[in-house]
């Protein structure tokens, strides 16, 4: 495939030694075909050894590369360069370590918050093919962050939980086999639960994997008493 | 210790949108009753004998009311969007709730005084 030239202006921060963020531009050697993440490598490379992010599997199924891209949020992996200039910033709401990449310690605490795990209601764990459908949309989930960051909420209140973590609760409250349905329930019906969601759906256009949050989280609301 | 707490989060976010749409009926209905029902210009005495009748007045209460509720209970919700200490809490629930009341009365007063 014939190859261009493509603009890339890059978030750069090093809490360590900087005091304010700046955006370094590169020019990269790419074709129509390649993403955001291969000029980053391509940078990482060939130009600036410096520059930090993450990236992992490369196909959009690990959620490691998750970042700010031309005003969207979406994985690194996935989103196309396009011609005239690229511009790409780190996971909002979260603290920089450097460069793209972010501190998501309060991300996986919510996460671990809601409790994200089958408890059985019985050692047989036999489930249907119509509630194994019922999951299919929540378990595509790859916790990226994208629709955490994009949340108004997790960046105003710290103790929300955000858009991922109610997906995964949605998961298992849609679980026949989950023993901890009133539990859970009673993890977000509080203040800073699930009613404090303002319904923005900027967690439904951040999210790659087309999940929804949003929907996910007006589910958790009904099953609430 | 005062505790102003709603223990049920769901019923507020329900009431709030109940509310929320109830308040655009009653708006429909304003608009339609004082731009289209009565003569123009509209004139003290017409208020007047509008609101004479008890089921006209009932609804501006009803009307005044869901106003006040759903207007102070979407300003709690911004207002503490931002988990501010439960001192800081109590405090705005207070304050809101008080201004809520305060406008109620002094609504309904004007109320009553426009229908006698």
């Known amino acids: 495939m014939k190859e261009k030239i493509y603009k890339i202006a890059v978030f750069r921060f090093d809490p360590l030694k900087d005091t304010a963020h700046r955006f ?19 940078i990482r490379d060939y130009i600036d050894g410096t520059l930090a992010f993450r990236a ?17 949020y979406g994985l690194a992996c996935e989103v196309r360069l396009v011609p005239g200039q690229n511009r790409v910033r780190p996971l909002g709401q979260m603290p920089i370590i450097k460069d793209l990449m972010v ?26 093919y119509a509630n194994r459908r019922k999951i299919e949309k929540t378990v595509d989930c790859i916790l990226c962050g994208a629709c955490f960051s994009a949340c108004m909420m997790t960046g105003v209140n710290s103790g929300f939980h955000g858009p991922a973590a109610f997906v995964v ?19 977000v019906k509080g203040e800073n639960g699930v009613f404090r969601c303002h319904s923005m759906y900027n967690c439904n256009e951040a999210c790659p994997k087309n999940i929804k949050p949003a929907e996910n989280i007006l589910e958790i609301k009904k099953n609430i008493d | 210790m005062l505790r102003l707490h709603y223990h049920n989060e769901k019923l507020r976010w329900i009431f709030q949108r109940v509310t929320g ?41 009803v009307f005044l009311f869901l106003g006040i509720y759903h207007g102070f209970s979407g300003l709690w919700t911004v207002l503490t969007d931002r988990n501010p200490s439960n001192t800081v809490k109590r405090t705005l629930k207070i304050i809101l709730i008080s201004l809520g009341a305060i406008f109620m009365v002094l609504g309904e007063w004007n109320l009553i005084m426009l229908s006698v």
């Open chain 1, 169 to 187: 609760m949605n998961r298992f409250l849609l679980d026949d086999r989950d023993a901890l349905r009133d539990q859970r329930l009673e993890i």
């Open chain 2, 21 to 61: 749409l109830q308040l655009l009926l009653c708006a429909g209905i304003h608009i339609w009753v004082f731009f289209f029902i009565l003569e123009r210009p509209l004139s003290y005495e017409t208020i007047h004998a509008v609101l004479s009748h008890p089921v006209w007045l009932v609804f501006y209460s």
């Open chain 1, 103 to 128: 501190d998501m310690e309060r991300f996986w605490e919510k996460y671990e918050a809601v409790k994200p795990y089958l408890v059985r209601k019985s050692n047989e764990a036999a489930q249907t």
């Open chain 1, 56 to 72: 992992s599997c490369r196909q959009g199924r690990c959620g490691s590369c998750a970042m700010h891209i031309n005003g969207r």
């Open chain 1, 24 to 42: 370094d531009h590169y020019t990269v050697p790419a074709s129509k075909a390649n993403t955001v993440l291969d000029a980053l490598i391509y």
